[in-house]
């Protein structure tokens, strides 16, 4: 069977799946911070868009990014492991850029966990750019490095 990709804003059904991939996919060896409770309140949240690639009512794929004024920070993104290597990532968090973009945002944040070379490997290939390392980011345990894209010129830039 053929899947076409179905990107969509998440509903509070989903929830209970998206804090279970977290768990699983995102939060190994850490405590549980993204638990359904948290999760559904980033979709609730105005200034958050908690997006998933859905088949048949099963959540696929998701990502949570937050919009400010200028910048938006992505916290989550995790494709279940049969679906990867499939473009699904990278079709949600273009999604979910395109959105930063409409919302006039001029640049993306995000960490990684320094133990995940697949992961870097991944923002690397959506022209995300490796801009430090936090020590500890992730609850004293393990460290994040950060990544930056712009996503349009700023006052006085060429954009080159
Ligand atoms: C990181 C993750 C979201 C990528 O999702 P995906 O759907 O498999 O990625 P895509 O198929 O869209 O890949 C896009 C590009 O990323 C890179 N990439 C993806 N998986 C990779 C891997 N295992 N090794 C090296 N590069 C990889 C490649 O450049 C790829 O392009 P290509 O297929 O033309 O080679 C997925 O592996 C995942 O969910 N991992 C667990 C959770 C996680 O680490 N989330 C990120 C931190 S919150």
């Known amino acids: 069977m ?6 969509r804003l998440a509903t509070a059904a989903d929830a209970s799946a998206i804090a279970q991939m977290s768990r699983e996919f995102i939060e190994q060896g850490l405590g549980w911070s993204w638990t359904p409770a948290r999760v559904l309140n980033a979709i609730h949240d105005r ?33 279940r492991l049969a679906q990867r290597k499939r473009g ?22 995000l960490e990684a966990r320094s133990d995940n070379p ?27 490095v950060r990544f930056e894209k712009k996503l349009m010129a700023e006052a006085g830039e060429t954009g080159a």
């Open 47 to 79: 200034s958050t868009n908690v997006a998933v690639i859905h088949d048949h009512g099963a959540v696929l794929a998701f990502g949570i990014m937050q919009y400010g004024d200028e910048k938006a920070h992505l916290s989550l993104l995790s494709v």
């Open 118 to 144: 697949v992961a870097i490997a991944f923002y690397r290939s959506q022209g995300y750019r490796l801009t430090g390392t936090v020590a500890g980011y992730y609850q004293g345990v393990v460290d994040a």
């Open 88 to 109: 699904l990532g990278a079709l949600l968090l273009s999604w979910l850029e395109k959105c930063a973009v409409t919302a006039g945002i001029q640049r993306i944040q």
């Open 2 to 7: 053929i899947l076409i990709p179905n990107v």
